[in-house]
């Protein structure tokens, strides 16, 4: 028997108004069930601007509870339009202690849960240690109405080890919420052709490695002095684009992936069979010194 699901990519620019951005992101939640999406993911840190380019104590106030206000109007939404949403979100957990977390409604509305981003960065326009504590609920996976799948977050997407272990807790879907771009002060073009050359092509290198289909969902726009690229995209388990978002237009794209197809990719290809588990200790250590 055929599984197959639909998922919705929603690529679009922000605001520095919260409410207009969820209001936004819900009219295209609805476009992409109207189009037959059946799993809608959003990108990362959807409801404000990217605030991470600064240090600002002021931006701690677009921080919330999950469950929260958000979640509540996201569980309303996905229950109405019969679809999972996925949800990245700033949460609050307690007074100085914050997480860039995301949410995971059921199609029936229901909260399943959420991951906290485990990597963080802090380079110049992304001051992400500022803000987030390093998550410490472990790699999650999500068994929704529809597909099983991991949420990992942005500057996770450069470890295949986080991807690795998602896909063996049972993922058939990684999806990657994100807001990455070029700096605009950047005066070489080749720069940014790599920058989003080596974004693309490690996730599509997870897709490989895991047997898994990897779905990037980034910001578009201008947002201070970072030119938020776009490029959202769906890859198949062999690292093929099923699709590749332009990088300068806002747009709802639905994707068909063929789920059973999983099998016949793992057998094909079996890297889960050929594992050598017995000799993956060193990758523990921070750093493997010669004296060691």
């Known amino acids: 028997m055929n599984k197959k699901v639909n998922v919705g990519i929603v690529q679009m620019s922000c605001t520095d108004d919260v409410q207009t951005n969820v209001q936004k992101a819900s009219e295209k939640v609805r476009e992409a069930a109207a189009k037959g999406a059946q799993i809608v993911c959003l990108q990362e840190l959807f409801t404000s601007l990217y605030f991470c380019d600064v240090e600002s104590h002021a931006n701690f106030s677009l921080a919330e509870a999950i469950p929260g206000p958000t979640t509540h109007h996201m569980s309303e939404l996905a229950r109405e339009l019969g679809v999972v949403i996925i949800a990245s979100l700033f949460e609050k957990r307690a007074h100085g202690l914050y997480h860039n977390t995301t949410a995971v409604l059921d199609a029936d509305g229901t909260y399943l849960g959420k991951y906290r981003k485990m990597h963080i960065p802090d380079d110049p326009g992304y001051y992400e240690k500022f803000y987030f504590t390093p998550g410490d609920l472990g790699y999650k996976v999500f068994k929704t109405k529809y597909a099983t799948f991991g949420v990992l977050i942005c500057w ?7 991807a690795r272990i998602t896909a063996l807790m049972g993922a058939e879907i990684l999806f990657y919420p994100t807001a990455i771009g070029w700096d605009t002060n950047e005066a070489d073009p080749l720069i940014n052709e790599e920058q989003y050359g080596a ?18 969902v980034n910001r578009v726009g201008r947002e201070a002095d970072q030119q938020f690229w776009g490029g959202s995209f769906v890859a198949n388990p062999h ?28 057998t094909t290809w079996p890297y889960f069979r050929d594992r050598r588990i017995d000799s993956y200790q060193p990758i523990t250590k921070r750093y493997i010194d010669q004296e060691d």
Not at 239 to 265: F, I, N, S, T
């Open 199 to 216: 974004w693309q092509t490690i996730q599509r290198g997870h897709a490989v490695a895991n047997g898994v289909y990897v779905v990037a």
């Open 156 to 162: 996770d997407q450069w470890y295949p080890e986080a």
């Open 239 to 266: 690292g093929r684009l099923l699709y590749q978002a332009p990088h300068d237009e806002e747009l709802v794209h639905v994707q068909e992936l063929d789920l059973e197809k999983l099998d016949h990719y793992r």
